[in-house]
């Protein structure tokens, strides 16, 4: 049923387009941040590479609504859901650009 539903909707195609969006979005709202070493996505699976140890983001982000991962020391990762529309990716973004922006300013 999920793999039907998948194909029904075309989520994949879906997905790629998401990420994109967000990407873009991040490299725009990141650009000129000498902490953020590389940003990374395949559809929606996206990776924010930081130049430093990042790991107490993950606290930080909760407190903010926001559910991310930090792997590797450096590397945020965001894994949002598929169904996602192109409001929410765009906020998902937003507030994730502030967060690492402002994390960085305390460093």
Not at 25 to 40: F, K, M, S, T, W
Request: one cysteine or more; aromatic letters at 0%.
């Amino acid at each position: 049923a999920v793999i039907k539903t998948m194909e029904n909707e075309n989520l994949a195609a879906r997905a790629a387009a998401l990420g994109k969006r967000i990407h873009t979005e991040l490299a725009q709202l990141l650009a000129g941040n000498n902490n953020v070493a590389d940003i990374r996505s395949h559809g929606l699976m996206i990776a924010i590479e930081l130049t430093h140890p990042c790991a107490e983001l993950v606290k930080l982000a909760l407190a903010q609504g926001l559910l991310i991962n930090v792997t590797a020391e450096r590397v945020i990762r965001l894994l949002p859901p598929l169904i996602i529309n192109d409001a929410e990716a765009d906020q998902i973004a937003r507030n994730t650009a502030a967060l690492v922006n402002a994390f960085v300013k305390a460093a």
